[in-house]
């Protein structure tokens, strides 16, 4: 088996340090084509391991003619596996945490199942992070394997024809994770179950038998990040400044993420609400509700390009479409989602089904579109894709925002009058839990507006912004229990900062009129990294790509 040592160049965009155009030190990765394998063995330095139940995980090099690095591949050979049986292989070294891995892959059969994938930050046989193809299931997924208990993340609809060579990439950096398949990026989320350097390796499940080939891995580590002005490690992917809408006097202001300094702020027209950037960064669409409209902007220079009109609107959000080719817009007066074509610039559809839509956000798997709705009270499900609501789940109380478990099977949310929020189960629709937290002694008179903005920030951990009472809760999901409690002046809006390691989130504060960086430990504690003073009345925000 050849083992290489190939040169490329990593380059990472950091915050202040680095320039567009600087390149990071080099990482050299190491490349495997199994051509000096020998056939019928185990190539040096891999190793086999299984978790399951019954005969399986036999792996060994094997001549192909189709192989697309030579005439070698390394395979699971085994077709005796059973339905909870996972085969895995192996490499001794390296060992990293932020990667990139290239690898080749051909289904060659399986009955129960049948593909396979990369895994990484292996500890140990039942503690690994997988991206995995599946022809039978025709899709794309990615898992974590925590105490061998697997749980899955994201996933991606796709043709992987059985028998050809297909490609995965996967580049993980710190909790930033993007997976690609055949040269398309199809999922992209964060998570940091697994934070320790660990072996590289390939799965596959049950009966499947498939052959790997030109597998490469770059250690991402080098360079890969820079200390910011703020005192954190900007994550390669982590935006560098962000808008934010001043509802109150008819603004957005852009905001400077490594200093907390706004630094311009641009009228777009009374009231606004909705914000979203267009995925190359040229554009921004605004909903404009006294206009009754969702205006577009040029980016940098805030120029207006077009206005699509939508009618009477009322807190409107908008979100970009997976793809980047659509916004969502759910209008609260027409009871519909409006689509409206990136390119053109021009509605294309409505998604009805919904009862004046508030809220439209994204699950974790990136697949279906959550709405909250508030004339029939309850949650929507949408598929963008297919143009539907596929479920509604009504509800007794009024939901005001949405964030979700990791796997999508809970959401959670708060609503009026209540001193908690709830936790749905997405299948069945049924309200499972209210975790309710006593507000302090002196400030426990009845308030309408409680718990409003809610975001997920990790496994178990929930940000919960009760803008009535001025703080931020850090809700302990896994027991129910109360954090860590953060003083704001009536937070409304809790944003996530993506690719943030440590975890960063931004509080849109109603009341001083700014925007709060906040940094957020392993256990959920909130320590404050600076203030943004922007307009009047902030609050939805938006990534600046």
């Known amino acids: ?13 950091c915050a202040l340090s680095v320039t567009d155009s600087q390149a990071q030190p080099e990482a050299v990765p190491v490349r495997w084509d199994f051509e000096d394998a020998a056939v019928g063995k185990l190539p040096k330095g891999w190793s086999s391991a299984k978790t399951g139940e019954g005969e399986g995980s036999v792996w060994k090099a094997l001549e192909d003619a189709t192989a697309p690095a030579g005439a070698k591949v390394l395979a699971q050979t085994s077709s005796d596996g059973k339905g909870p049986l996972f085969n895995l292989c192996v490499s001794a070294e390296p060992k990293l945490a932020d990667v990139q891995i290239n690898l080749s892959l051909k289904a060659v059969s399986g009955k129960i199942d049948r593909g396979g994938g990369a895994v990484w930050r292996y500890q140990d046989a039942k503690n690994y992070y997988i991206a995995r193809v599946n022809p039978l299931e025709d899709n794309f997924r990615f898992y974590k394997v925590i105490d061998g208990q697997r749980t899955q993340l994201a996933t991606a609809d796709v043709k992987a024809e059985a028998g ?19 040269g398309k990026q199809l999922l992209h989320l964060n998570d940091d179950a697994i934070s320790a350097a660990g ?3 390939l799965w596959t499940k049950a009966d499947a038998v498939t052959s790997f080939d030109d597998i490469s891995v770059a250690d991402l580590s080098k360079g890969s990040s820079t200390k910011t002005a703020a ?18 006097e008819g603004s957005v202001s852009r905001v400077d993420l490594a200093t907390m300094k706004e630094v311009s702020r641009h009228p777009v027209g009374p009231h606004p609400y909705g914000i979203a950037v267009m995925k190359d960064g040229k554009s921004v669409a605004v909903g404009v509700e006294d206009e009754e409209c969702v205006k577009f902007f040029s980016l940098p220079s805030f120029e207006l390009q077009d206005k699509v009109p939508i009618g009477k609107m009322f807190n409107d959000h908008i979100i970009l479409s997976q793809d980047g080719r659509e916004i969502y817009v759910a209008d609260f007066y027409s009871d519909d989602m409006f689509v409206i074509d990136v390119a053109s610039r021009k509605e294309s559809a409505r998604i009805t089904g919904c009862s004046a839509p508030h809220v439209v956000k994204y699950g974790p798997l990136k697949k279906n579109v959550y709405v909250t709705c508030k004339k029939i009270t309850g949650i929507a499900i949408v598929d ?8 509604f789940h009504q509800l007794n109380v009024n939901p005001r925002s949405l964030t979700f478990s990791p796997d999508e099977s809970k959401v959670y ?5 209540v001193n908690g929020i709830f936790e749905m189960d997405t299948t069945s629709g049924k309200v499972t839990r209210l975790l309710s937290f006593d507000p302090p002694a002196d400030n426990r008179s009845d308030q309408e507006v409680t718990y409003h903005g809610v975001e997920a920030i990790g496994n178990n951990i929930v940000l919960a ?4 009472r001025s703080y931020v809760d850090v809700v302990d999901v896994s027991n129910g229990g109360l954090a860590d409690r953060f003083p704001a002046s009536k937070p409304c809006c809790v944003e996530r900062i993506p690719g943030t390691s440590p975890t960063r989130v931004l509080i849109s504060n109603l009341g001083d009129g700014t925007l709060e960086l906040v940094e957020a430990d392993h256990h959920g504690k909130l320590t404050s990294r600076g203030k943004a003073t922007v307009g009047k009345a902030p609050k939805r925000v938006a990534f600046v790509p």
Do not use: D, Y
Request: charged share 15%.
């Open 465 to 468: 912004a009760n803008e009535g």
């Open 231 to 248: 005192g954190s490690a900007a994550v390669g992917g982590s935006p560098k400044q962000v808008f934010v809408v001043n509802t109150g």
């Open 384 to 391: 963008p894709v297919e143009r539907k609501a596929i479920k």
């Open 1 to 13: 088996m050849r083992q290489f040592l190939v040169p490329v160049v990593v380059i990472a965009v």
């Open 413 to 417: 949310f708060g609503s009026f009058w």
């Open 164 to 182: 050809k060579w297909h490609a995965i990439k996967i580049v993980h950096r710190g909790k930033h994770i993007h997976c690609s398949l055949n």
């Open 199 to 201: 072996q590289i390796g």
